[in-house]
C-alpha cells in the first residue's frame, strides 16, 4: 500500500514564514491581523533590473534584415523585467531588510573612506604649504632685517657725510673773500707763490663740493633702503599671513581627518553588524530552501511509487475491460470495440478564476546566487477565494508544511497514459477530506497564505508520474 504524506513538525510552523517556491510580480494581497505584514521587493530589485535590461540590449543584434518592432521588443523587455522582479520576491522580507542594510553602510563606508582620503591629501598639501610659508617667513625676515641693517648703516654714512660736508663749508666760508687773493700780493709774494696760493684755494673749493655730492648720494641710497625695508616689512607681514592661515588649514583639517576616522570606523562596526545580520539571514534561507527540496524529493519519491501503482492498476483494470469487451463482442457478433487509456478528457481546469502572477520555471536567488526551480504556477488569489479541483480525482493527502503551508493533494489517475496528482499550496483551510472523491470545478478549500508566503495566493503544482511539471501543460 503506497503511504500517506506525513505532516511536518507543528514546531516549524513558528520558523518558516515564507514559501521559497513562490516568486509573485504582483504586491502581495493583505495578510490577515494574525499574521506578520509581507516584505516589499528589495531594494537591490532596481540594480539587477536595470542590469537586466542593459544585457538584454546588449544582445540585440546591431544590424539585422527586417529591424524588430519596437512593440514587440519592449512587451519582451517587459516581461524579462517583471520575471526578474517576481525572482527577487524569492528572497525573504528579513533577509531583503539586513541585505539593503549591509549595502547602505557599505555605500556610506566608502563614501567616508573618499571623504577621508581626500582630507588627508588637504592635510599633507597644506602640511606642506605650511612649510613652504615657513620658509618664505623665514626669508622675508631676513630681508628685513638685512634692510634695517643697511638702513642703519645708511643713517651713520650720511652722518658721517654730513659732518665732512660741514667741516669743508666752514673752511671754505672761511676761506671765500677777497682779502685773500690781496693778502698774497701784499705780502710780495712771487707768481709762483701766488699760483699755489689759487690752486690751494682751488682744492678747498673742490673738497666743498665733493662732500657735498657724496652726501647727496648718501642720501638717495639711504631712501632706496628705506623702500627696501618698507617692502620687506610688507613681504614679511605676507608671510606671516600665509603662515597663520596654513597653521589654521592644518589644525582644521587635523580634526577633520580625525572625525572621519571616527565616522569611517562607526560605520565599519554598523556593516560588520548588518553583514553579521545579513549572513545569518542568508544561512535561514537557505536553510529554508534546502527543507523545501528535501520536502520536495519526499513528495515526489511517495508519488512515483503511487504513479507506478496507479499505472499498473489502470492497466489490469483497462485488460479486464478488453477482455469483457471482447467477450461480449464474440457474444454480438461484433469486432471489440477500443478501451481508452484514460479517465476524463485528459486536460486540467484552472483552480481558481484569476491569471497568473508568477509561471513555473528556473530562477537566479538574488542573494544566494544560484539557479532554483519555481516548481509551481502562481495564481493571483485573495484570502478566501475558493478554489477548485482541476479535474475528477480522490483526495489522497493533506497537512501543513513550514514551507508550502497547508497542502492538499488530489489524484486524478491516469490521463494520457500518464499518473498526474495535482497539489493546492497556501490554503488557509480545506474543505475537502482525505478519502473523498471529488468532481472537475468542486470547491477543495480556500485561498490563504499559510507557511512561507509572502501574501495570499494559489501555488498550484502538478505531479506526473511523480516528477514536478509545468502545470501550464496540462492547463
Known amino acids: 500500500m503506497v503511504p500517506h504524506f506525513p505532516g511536518a513538525n507543528p514546531r516549524e510552523r513558528g520558523s518558516i514564514k515564507r514559501d521559497d517556491s513562490t516568486g509573485t510580480s504582483t504586491p502581495p494581497y493583505p495578510r490577515s491581523r494574525t499574521r506578520p505584514q509581507g516584505r ?17 540590449l546588449a544582445a540585440v543584434p546591431s544590424a539585422q ?6 512593440a514587440a521588443k519592449k512587451k519582451q523587455l517587459d516581461s524579462q523585467i517583471n520575471q526578474q522582479k517576481a525572482d527577487l520576491a524569492e528572497a525573504s522580507d528579513q533577509l531583503g ?3 539593503a542594510a549591509y ?3 557599505e555605500v556610506k563606508y566608502q563614501a567616508v573612506q573618499v571623504r577621508y582620503a581626500a582630507a588627508q591629501g588637504k592635510l599633507a598639501a597644506a602640511k606642506a604649504a605650511d612649510l613652504v610659508a615657513a620658509s618664505k617667513l623665514a626669508g622675508a625676515e631676513l630681508a628685513l632685517r638685512a634692510a634695517v641693517a643697511d638702513v642703519e648703516t645708511g643713517e651713520r654714512l650720511i652722518a658721517e657725510k654730513r659732518a665732512l660736508a660741514g667741516r669743508a663749508v ?3 666760508y672761511q676761506q671765500q673773500n677777497s682779502l685773500v687773493g690781496l693778502s698774497i700780493a701784499l705780502r710780495g709774494a712771487s707768481p709762483a707763490d701766488i699760483a699755489t696760493g689759487m690752486q690751494v684755494q682751488r682744492n678747498v673749493f673742490g673738497i ?14 639711504l631712501a632706496s633702503k628705506r623702500v627696501k625695508v618698507a617692502a620687506a616689512e610688507k613681504a614679511a607681514a605676507d608671510a606671516r ?4 592661515r596654513t597653521v589654521q588649514q592644518v589644525t582644521e583639517l587635523t580634526k577633520q581627518v580625525a572625525a572621519d576616522k571616527a565616522e569611517a570606523a562607526a560605520i565599519a562596526q554598523v556593516k560588520l553588524v548588518a553583514y553579521k545580520a545579513a549572513e545569518k539571514e542568508k544561512n535561514t534561507e537557505l536553510a529554508q530552501y534546502n527543507s523545501l527540496l528535501a520536502e520536495r524529493t519526499r513528495v515526489q519519491q511517495i508519488l512515483i511509487a503511487r504513479a507506478k501503482a496507479e499505472k499498473a492498476a489502470a492497466a489490469r483494470r483497462k485488460a479486464a475491460a478488453e477482455k469483457a469487451e471482447r467477450a461480449k463482442a464474440r457474444k454480438e457478433g461484433r469486432p471489440p470495440r477500443k478501451i481508452p487509456d484514460n479517465s476524463g478528457d485528459g486536460r486540467l481546469s484552472y483552480p481558481v478564476s484569476s491569471y497568473i502572477t508568477s509561471p513555473y520555471g528556473m530562477r537566479f536567488h538574488p542573494v544566494l546566487h544560484y539557479w532554483k526551480l519555481h516548481d509551481g504556477t502562481d495564481f493571483r488569489a485573495p484570502c478566501g477565494t475558493p478554489i477548485r479541483a482541476a479535474a475528477d480525482g480522490v483526495v489522497t493527502d493533506k497537512y501543513y508544511n513550514g514551507g508550502y503551508g497547508n497542502r492538499l493533494f488530489v489524484s486524478h489517475g491516469v490521463m494520457d497514459g500518464s499518473s498526474i496528482t495535482t497539489v493546492y499550496n497556501h490554503l488557509s483551510r480545506y474543505k475537502a477530506h482525505v478519502g473523498e472523491r471529488v468532481s472537475k470545478g468542486e470547491i477543495i478549500g480556500y485561498a490563504g497564505t499559510t507557511g512561507y508566503s509572502t501574501g495570499c495566493h494559489l501555488h498550484f503544482m ?4 511523480g516528477n514536478v511539471v509545468n502545470p501550464m501543460k496540462w492547463l
Open 462 to 465: 502538478v505531479y506526473q508520474d
Open 208 to 221: 666743498q663740493g665733493n662732500a657735498i655730492t657724496d652726501l647727496n648720494n648718501a642720501q638717495a641710497q
Open 241 to 244: 599671513a600665509e603662515a597663520a
Open 170 to 172: 666752514r673752511s671754505a
Open 103 to 105: 549595502n547602505q553602510a
Open 97 to 99: 531588510k539586513s541585505v
Open 65 to 70: 534584415a527586417d529591424p524588430p518592432d519596437p
Open 40 to 56: 516589499q521587493t528589495v531594494v537591490a530589485a532596481c540594480c539587477l533590473v536595470l542590469s537586466l535590461s542593459a544585457g538584454v
